[in-house]
């Protein structure tokens, strides 16, 4: 059965600090990893990776994949209030649209 | 472009009954995939829909079920409700095995 573990499951840090979210993954005919954001309801995408050590980044968020260690880590740098947020990882595997998300790590930025 | 669009955003059910949800893809996408999110399991999948043909399904009893339409849009029915049934249900829609957008959901009470 395909699994992903995300890492911590919560962490609390105040503005300005750096974070690291981490994802790892068993999974059987991998294609595709990719990061959501879910604040209230719909997660935003915020990236697809399908090569290893090909850094992807959009603004203070950036993240990258091992394929050999099988896992990812999603980087926040200077780290707003409004990155408060559940942060979820998914793989995607096969032919197929499917996607194996793991449980989420809730984010909590304090002023 | 208009996003995922999910209707109704919310419904409270009783025991027994039936349901039916509906989703709106991104104009262009094929894909249409479902999934369940509680506190407890995180998201699960339930089915794929790509031209109107079930792709792929998750671990889900027979009550649950669903169809594509030849636009593209598809609906979920959710038969003989359970208490445990009360979620969050998502629906993403992708081109085909690309990143996946999802809709804002249908919050799902059973009583």
């Known amino acids: ?111 | 472009k208009a996003g995922v669009t999910q209707t109704p955003r919310y419904l409270i059910k009783t025991r027994g009954q039936q349901v039916t949800l509906s989703c709106s893809p991104i104009s262009g996408h094929r894909s249409v995939s479902w999934y369940q999110q509680t506190p407890g399991q995180g998201l699960q999948f339930l089915f794929e829909y790509f031209s109107e043909t079930q792709r792929n399904k998750g671990n889900f009893p027979g009550r649950f079920s669903g169809r594509q339409f030849s636009n593209s849009r598809s609906e979920m029915n959710v038969s003989t409700l359970e208490l445990g049934d009360s979620a969050l249900y998502l629906c993403a829609s992708s081109t085909d095995r690309t990143e996946a957008f999802f809709g804002q959901g249908t919050r799902l009470t059973v009583v």
Not at chain 1, 14 to 25: K, R
């Open chain 1, 1 to 111: 059965e395909d699994k992903v573990v995300q890492s911590p499951l919560s962490l609390v840090v105040h503005e300005g600090d750096t974070v690291t979210l981490n994802c790892s993954y068993e999974v059987t005919n991998f294609r595709s990893l990719l990061w959501y954001k879910q604040e209230k309801k719909a997660p935003t995408f915020l990236f697809m990776l399908t090569s290893s050590g090909i850094e992807k980044k959009s603004g203070r968020l950036s993240s990258i994949l091992d394929k050999k260690e099988l896992f990812s880590i999603l980087n926040i740098t200077a780290t707003q209030t409004g990155d408060s947020a559940v942060y979820l990882c998914a793989v995607a595997t096969g032919a197929n649209s499917k996607l194996t998300f793991g449980k989420g790590i809730t984010l909590s930025v304090r002023p």
